[in-house]
């Protein structure tokens, strides 16, 4: 094909990519803000990392760059305050660049109160890493809890007395999950995984349910 043929079907076919992202974006942002409103939630299009706490202390918030919070939703039910967003950042540079973007849940209450602890799905450079001292808190009681993920921490006795067979069976029946805690702050999310609109509130019920649980404990702590 003639080469003057091909660059503006090249130019055409880039200007069709960038506006169906484009209208995918609007039509995510109003979903969501309708959902906001039915759910008793406020809606922010864009937020700072200033509006959630104190959740830049967590792992999440400390790598890449080009950091985005898009799609707020908040609420203050009784007795803990909820996030839920999309958090994205940048990782690379140039043509090794690459955007994650992943929804979060984020919960703050009094009744948490936590020892700092990382808890992800484990993958086979995690299994070399333990090889040269890579930390993994394991029980032995529940292997496939300790195949399945990576749970790490400075507290060691505090986290291994926090995760209890009630919570621990709760993520053997999940997939993919990471959960990051610390003092009142409690984060979920998938990595480089957004949640659809029309399944929010059933992924909030059930990380509410999960934040519930780690309550629950930090009554015995």
Same mark, same amino acid.
Request: net charge positive.
């Given at each position: 094909?003639?080469?003057?043929?091909? &660059?503006?079907?090249?130019? #055409?076919? $880039?200007?069709?990519?960038?506006?169906?992202? &484009?209208?995918?974006?609007? *039509?995510?942002?109003?979903?969501?803000?309708?959902?906001?409103?039915?759910?008793?939630?406020?809606?922010?299009?864009?937020?700072?990392?200033?509006?959630?706490?104190? #959740?830049?202390?967590? !792992?999440?918030?400390?790598?890449?760059?080009?950091?985005? &919070?898009?799609?707020?939703?908040?609420?203050?039910?009784?007795?803990?305050?909820? =996030?839920?967003?999309?958090?994205?950042?940048?990782?690379?540079?140039?043509? !090794?660049? !690459?955007?994650?973007?992943?929804?979060?849940?984020?919960?703050?209450? /009094? !009744?948490?109160?936590?020892? #700092?602890?990382?808890?992800?799905?484990?993958?086979?450079?995690? *299994? $070399?890493?333990?090889?040269?001292? %890579?930390?993994?808190?394991?029980?032995?009681?529940?292997?496939?809890?300790?195949?399945? %993920?990576?749970?790490?921490?400075?507290?060691?006795?505090?986290?291994?007395?926090?995760?209890?067979?009630?919570?621990? /069976? =709760?993520?053997?029946?999940?997939?993919a999950l990471i959960v990051e805690g610390k003092g009142p702050l409690l984060i979920c999310y998938r990595s480089s995984k957004r949640v659809r609109p029309d399944d929010l509130w059933t992924m909030y019920e059930s990380m509410q349910a999960l934040c519930k649980m780690f309550m629950r404990r930090c009554e015995y702590m």
């Amino acid at each position: 094909m003639d080469l003057m043929i091909l &660059i503006p079907v090249g130019l #055409a076919f $880039i200007a069709l990519v960038v506006y169906l992202i &484009i209208r995918g974006e609007k *039509k995510r942002r109003e979903a969501l803000r309708e959902k906001a409103q039915t759910l008793g939630f406020t809606y922010t299009q864009k937020a700072g990392l200033n509006e959630i706490g104190k #959740a830049e202390e967590f !792992h999440l918030f400390n790598i890449g760059q080009r950091k985005r &919070i898009r799609n707020l939703l908040e609420r203050d039910d009784t007795g803990m305050q909820t =996030w839920l967003y999309d958090y994205q950042y940048t990782t690379g540079g140039g043509q !090794h660049s !690459h955007t994650h973007v992943q929804t979060v849940f984020q919960f703050e209450s /009094a !009744h948490l109160k936590l020892p #700092a602890f990382i808890l992800r799905p484990e993958n086979v450079f995690h *299994k $070399i890493g333990q090889s040269f001292g %890579y930390k993994d808190i394991d029980f032995e009681p529940f292997p496939e809890f300790s195949r399945r %993920y990576l749970l790490r921490g400075e507290d060691e006795a505090a986290i291994r007395k926090l995760f209890n067979q009630e919570l621990i /069976a =709760w993520f053997e029946a999940e997939k993919a999950l990471i959960v990051e805690g610390k003092g009142p702050l409690l984060i979920c999310y998938r990595s480089s995984k957004r949640v659809r609109p029309d399944d929010l509130w059933t992924m909030y019920e059930s990380m509410q349910a999960l934040c519930k649980m780690f309550m629950r404990r930090c009554e015995y702590m």
